[in-house]
C-alpha cells in the first residue's frame, strides 16, 4: 500500500488534470458559441436589409465575439495564439478590443440615425441604456489599454497594479455588453421571429460566455502572478 502522502499528491494531480480539461473545454465551448450567436444574429437580421439590420449584427460581432476573443487570448489553456509571446498576444488583445468598440461605435451610430428618422426618444429602454453604458465603458477600458502598452506613460503606477485594474475593469465592461445583449433578446425586434426553445437557447449563449470568461480572465491573472 502507498504512503498516505504519495496517495494524497496523486489525488492533487489527478484533481488537476480534470480542471485543466474542463477548463479546456469551457473555453473551447465559448469559442464556438460566441462565433455561433453572432452568426446566428447576423442570419436573423439579414445586414443591408435595412439600417437598422446592422445594429444587432455589428454589437453581437463587438460584444460576443470580438470581446469573448480578446479576453481569451491570455488563458493558459483557451487560447488560440498560445505560441506567441506575452508581448504578442498584448497586442493582439489590444486590435481586437478596439475592432469590438469601433464595431459597438458604429452600431450604436446606426440605430441612433434609425431611431432618428423614425422620430422615435433615444435610451426609452434599459436595453439602450445598457447599450451605451458598455460602449462608453468599452472606449474608456481602450484608453486605459494604452497606458498597459506603454507603462511609460504612467509611470508612478506599479505595472501589476495596473494590469489587475484593467482586468478587472474590463470583465465588467464584457458582463455590461453581455447584459446589452440579453435585453436586446426581449426586445420586440428579436422575440417577434425567435421563440420558444430557440429564444432560450439564445439567451443562454451570452450566459455561458460570461460564465466561462469570469472563470478564465481570474485564472489567468492567478496563473500570471504564480509565474511571475
Do not use: D
Not at 91 to 119: D, F, P, S
Not at 133 to 158: F, H, N
Amino acid at each position: 500500500q502507498p504512503p498516505a502522502w504519495l496517495t494524497m499528491a496523486l489525488s492533487v494531480e489527478t484533481e488537476s488534470h480534470i480542471y485543466r480539461a474542463l477548463r479546456t473545454a469551457s473555453g473551447a465551448a465559448a469559442h464556438l458559441v460566441a462565433l455561433g450567436f453572432t452568426i446566428f444574429v447576423a442570419v436573423l437580421a439579414r445586414p443591408g436589409s435595412s439600417l437598422f439590420s446592422w445594429h444587432p449584427v455589428l454589437m453581437s460581432l463587438a460584444f460576443s465575439f470580438l470581446m469573448t476573443e480578446a479576453l481569451l487570448v491570455f488563458s493558459p489553456e483557451s487560447s488560440l495564439l498560445r505560441s506567441l509571446s506575452r508581448k504578442g498576444r498584448a497586442r493582439c488583445h489590444w486590435v481586437l478590443q478596439l475592432l469590438a468598440l469601433l464595431c459597438a461605435l458604429l452600431g450604436l451610430g446606426l440605430v441612433i440615425l434609425h431611431k432618428e428618422q423614425l422620430g422615435k426618444a433615444h435610451l426609452a429602454t434599459w436595453h439602450g441604456r445598457a447599450g451605451l453604458l458598455a460602449v462608453l465603458w468599452a472606449g474608456l477600458q481602450c484608453s486605459g489599454g494604452v497606458g498597459l502598452l506603454y507603462p511609460k506613460l504612467l509611470p508612478r503606477w506599479p505595472l501589476s497594479k495596473l494590469k489587475l485594474y484593467h482586468a478587472t475593469s474590463g470583465l465588467v465592461g464584457y458582463l455590461l455588453g453581455s447584459a446589452s445583449l440579453l435585453l436586446g433578446m426581449c426586445s420586440l425586434w428579436f422575440t417577434a421571429t425567435v421563440t420558444g426553445g430557440a429564444w432560450y437557447l439564445a439567451v443562454l449563449c451570452p450566459v455561458v460566455t460570461s460564465l466561462v470568461i469570469m472563470n478564465q480572465v481570474s485564472n489567468a491573472y492567478l496563473y500570471r502572478k504564480r509565474i511571475q
